[in-house]
Antibody, heavy 116, light 108 residues
Framework: ELLLLESGGGLVHVGGSLRLSCAASGFTFSTSGMTWVRQAPGKGLDWVASVSDNGAITYYADSVKGRFTISRDNSKNTLYLQMNSLRAEDTAFYYC?????????WGQGTLVTVSS | EIVMTQSPATLSVSPGERATLSCRASQSVKNKLAWFQQKPGQAPRLLIYGASTRAGGIPARFSGSGSGTDFTLTISGLQSEDFAVYYCQQYNNWPPGTFGPGTKVDIK
């Protein structure tokens, strides 16, 4: 069974940092691009970042460029999102998803709350 | 950046009826359009990709159509588990993979 399990969310102050992880299983992680999508409470879906299968190419939404870093460790089947200089508007559920678009599997999400 | 719009914002439908949801792109996305379903407290689920291809395990009552800028998701014979929010996403001009604001399908 394909599983994606996010962790690392929590409460952080404005300007702080947090690193999210997504542990993948049930598929060949190293051959799949991966994506982070976020959703503010009660709001719609917002693409955050994607990474190529080997980690060499990364893509970011303008709203997070320069503050967030997506990376992966294929030896550990794990996807990461390093979030720095966090803002109140970054408060959201963060989902990892398989693929770069039309994502066919999603994790259950982890909540990041940025307080002032 | 391509802007996606969806209509209506809320659609009230009786069980067993047909629901027709619309998605429009600000410029052509060819057939690079996906539909997702999201239920409260759950992650999104891919329903349709390539505008009309059902994802694995998706029932045949879900169908997608359209190309260019105008797309439709049709749910024939709504069942109780279909009441949810539906999002479209374009991936022709990627990144970013822009989502529409969603259509909530609720019980009439």
């Amino acid at each position: 069974e394909l599983l994606l399990l996010e962790s690392g969310g929590g409460l952080v102050h404005v300007g702080g940092s947090l690193r999210l992880s997504c542990a993948a299983s049930g598929f060949t992680f190293s051959t799949s691009g991966m994506t982070w999508v976020r959703q503010a409470p009660g709001k719609g879906l917002d693409w955050v970042a994607s990474v190529s299968d080997n980690g060499a190419i990364t893509y970011y939404a303008d709203s997070v460029k320069g503050r967030f870093t997506i990376s992966r460790d294929n030896s550990k089947n794990t996807l990461y999102l390093q979030m720095n200089s966090l803002r109140a508007e970054d408060t959201a559920f963060y989902y990892c998803a398989k693929g770069k678009w039309a994502n066919d599997h999603w994790g259950q999400g982890t909540l990041v709350t940025v307080s002032s | 950046e391509i802007v996606m719009t969806q209509s209506p914002a809320t659609l009230s439908v009786s069980p067993g009826e047909r629901a027709t949801l619309s998605c429009r792109a600000s410029q052509s996305v060819k057939n690079k359009l996906a539909w997702f379903q999201q239920k409260p407290g759950q992650a999104p689920r891919l329903l349709i990709y390539g505008a009309s291809t059902r994802a694995g395990g998706i029932p045949a009552r879900f169908s997608g159509s359209g190309s260019g800028t105008d797309f439709t998701l049709t749910i024939s014979g709504l069942q109780s588990e279909d009441f949810a929010v539906y999002y479209c996403q374009q991936y022709n001009n990627w990144p970013p993979g822009t989502f529409g604001p969603g259509t909530k399908v609720d019980i009439k």
